[in-house]
T-cell receptor, first 112, second 113 residues
């Protein structure tokens, strides 16, 4: 059974705070992704990583950065949180050479 | 880049009826098309996928069809049940990218008992 966990289910932060969202997998999958899910907008890719210390921008990277120091852990960082970053954040993993992406349970972030 | 349009945004059917959700994509080089189901409060889960060298794929009550010429693909659910109620997302992956999926905006399917 694929296991992807995210550090928090719900998070409330203030505008301007630095926010860390963490995704951890125990499947030894190479590829990891951060998506943002908003009603009526679907899932939009923020960043992805295909190896330790490797990252690529997705469709909406502005205002975010990422870190992957270990294979099993992929962090999404909001350098200075803003109210328009209030959203559901979903992490996903994928084995290299395979097609299926497996999602984590999501973190619902509220920025006040 | 790839653009995926999904219709309808909401769909309400009676239990036992069929439901069809359609997606169109813009990049003719896209070669992989998954469908994800997201129940309320849960994570998206893959329910079926199709590759560009196949026209149709079935798995029990669900099927996906692909028309490469028209650049559209559809999810078909037959004999719908209340537990089919969820948000469904289509996605497309461009050839040459092993990673990047572009998702549609989702369809909220409600199956009324």
């Amino acid at each position: 059974d694929v296991k992807v966990t995210q550090s928090s289910r719900y998070l409330v932060k203030r505008t301007g705070e630095k926010v860390f969202l963490e995704c951890v997998q125990d499947m030894d999958h190479e590829n990891m992704f951060w998506y943002r899910q908003d009603p009526g907008l679907g899932l939009r890719l923020i960043y992805f990583s295909y190896d330790v210390k490797m990252k690529e921008k997705g469709d909406i990277p502005e205002g975010y950065s990422v870190s992957r120091e270990k294979k099993e852990r992929f962090s999404l960082i909001l350098e200075s949180a803003s109210t328009n970053q209030t959203s559901m954040y979903l992490c996903a993993i994928q084995r290299e050479g395979r097609e299926t992406q497996y999602f984590g349970p999501g973190t619902r972030l509220l920025v006040l | 880049g790839e653009n995926v349009e999904q219709h309808p945004s909401t769909l309400s059917v009676q239990e036992g009826d069929s439901a069809v959700i359609k997606c169109t994509y813009s990049d003719s080089a896209s070669n992989y098309f998954p469908w994800y189901k997201q129940e309320l409060g849960k994570r998206p889960q893959l329910i079926i996928d199709i590759r560009s060298n196949v026209g149709e794929k079935k798995d029990q009550r669900i099927a996906v069809t692909l028309n490469k010429t028209a650049k559209h693909f559809s999810l078909h659910i037959t004999e719908t049940q209340p537990e089919d109620s969820a948000v469904y997302f289509c996605a497309a992956r461009a050839r040459g990218s092993n990673y990047k999926l572009t998702f549609g905006k989702g369809t909220l399917l409600t199956v009324n008992p």
